[in-house]
């Protein structure tokens, strides 16, 4: 009984003591709903940052400023350049600020720039992955900042003296027509940024953005803002609900100590081309499994597409290409294997172009005889589109006795 006694009271300290340290969120931390207004916090609020001074790939440290109720994380593989940075925080706004933040202590000139990823899509519309230039790692910190939010807006934001408020450019691109995922044509779908960069050159701050993988470019005029040396650059997130931890994936990753690298381009060319591999492969292989919609998924489905087949058939357009795919859901067909050979793709210098070449066998059945394609030469062009490798052009033909 004694022991049992002792034990229930460590627990409870431990209970209480947990519950003490863990900070109620203010009610002005919550963020704007359709029934309450988002309001700047206290004047006098702040918290110290929780900072770890370890390196972590090419950053020095990483810190919680702010300190968000919900401590935050972050890990790194090297392999792909890629930071996973996971977070709580009300914002990075107004006159304070709550986020993850992996850091360099620098002086001069620099080029920070990265892919930006959610893994979760169901994260609240207005959080954001950051690049960011700041004086300190005071909440209330001078700095400037590029920020992609969860709904695609991006911005160039800097808060011009410490403790000041936070002023910003914001953009939003959409399309109505010129991208899928609209119920109707003239549905406004956005478009959301693949890579965005800060560039600081003396005492002006720039924002780049590649929309689609196109090369990075100046987005909008630049602003001033006068730092003193060091500062610190490096990468952030913040999921904009105070006390619940969201993930944001940031890759390909450059730091440069001198301007007019944002625009270096970084491609893996092994990753892009497993990529473009199995997007080529899907192409024949989803027959196994009869597995359309990853076919689909691989296809351009817009009137772009182009095939030509062995006997001269010509396919324009995903909707005839759907109508002859019929053929290979018949339960009479039966995909048994295939295999390619000699496969040679090629990667346009901008990365978002691919074209290939290959010897392909393709061994089949209708009705429990052989319909197979033996030594087939199979060509086809790729376009990269939002991120995603899309076969546009496949031309098979069989070689002819002379």
């Given amino acids: 009984m004694r022991h049992s006694f002792y034990t229930f009271t460590i627990l409870s300290l431990l209970i209480q003591t947990t519950f ?28 110290p940052d929780r900072t770890v001074y370890k390196s972590i790939g090419v950053f020095d440290g990483q810190s919680d ?24 925080g009300y914002n990075v706004w107004y006159t304070r600020d709550e986020f993850r933040y992996l850091w360099k202590k620098m002086s001069g000139d620099v080029s920070l720039a990265a892919d930006i990823d959610y893994p979760d899509s169901s994260g609240f519309y207005d959080r954001k992955a950051v690049l960011v230039i700041r004086q300190s790692l005071d909440d209330d910190s001078k700095q400037a900042l590029v920020a992609l939010h969860g709904d695609g807006m991006f911005h160039l934001a800097w808060r011009p003296e410490k403790g000041g408020c936070i002023k910003d450019m914001e953009y939003r691109i959409g399309s109505r027509g010129g991208l899928p995922g609209g119920k109707a044509p003239d549905d406004l779908v956005t478009n959301h940024a693949k890579r965005i960069g800060i560039e600081k050159h003396g005492d002006s701050f720039a924002l780049f953005v590649s929309m689609n993988g196109e090369p990075m470019h100046q987005f909008g005029a630049p602003v001033k803002l006068n730092l003193d040396e060091p500062f610190y650059a ?23 100590n001198s301007a007019g690298k944002v625009c270096t381009e970084f491609r893996s060319d092994s990753r892009e081309m497993e990529k473009i591999e199995k997007a080529i492969r899907t192409c024949i292989g989803w027959a196994q499994n009869k597995d359309i919609a990853s076919l689909y998924n691989v296809i351009a489905n817009d009137s772009s597409y182009l095939e030509v087949d062995p006997d001269g058939t010509v396919i324009k357009g995903f909707e005839e290409f759907k109508k002859n795919e019929r053929i290979w859901m018949n339960p009479n067909f039966k995909a048994i294997r295939y295999e390619i050979r000699d496969l040679k793709i090629t990667l346009s210098k901008l990365g978002n172009t691919a074209w290939f070449f290959c010897i392909l066998d393709d061994i089949n059945e209708w009705k429990g005889k052989p319909a197979n394609w033996i030594n087939t030469r199979w060509t086809g062009v790729l376009e990269k589109r939002n991120g995603k490798w899309i076969v546009v052009q496949m031309h098979f033909s069989f070689p002819q006795d002379k």
């Fill in 234 to 256: 490096g990468i952030g997130f913040c999921s904009h609900i105070p006390n619940k931890l969201d993930t944001a994936v940031l890759s390909n990753v450059i730091l440069e």
């Fill in 20 to 47: 003490a340290q863990t900070p109620e969120v203010p009610d002005w931390a919550w963020p704007g709903s359709a029934t309450r207004v988002q309001v700047s916090p206290p004047p006098d609020f702040h918290r």
């Fill in 65 to 88: 400023i702010g300190s968000a109720v919900v401590p935050g994380s972050s890990s790194n593989d090297p392999v792909k350049n890629q930071y996973t940075i996971i977070s709580a």
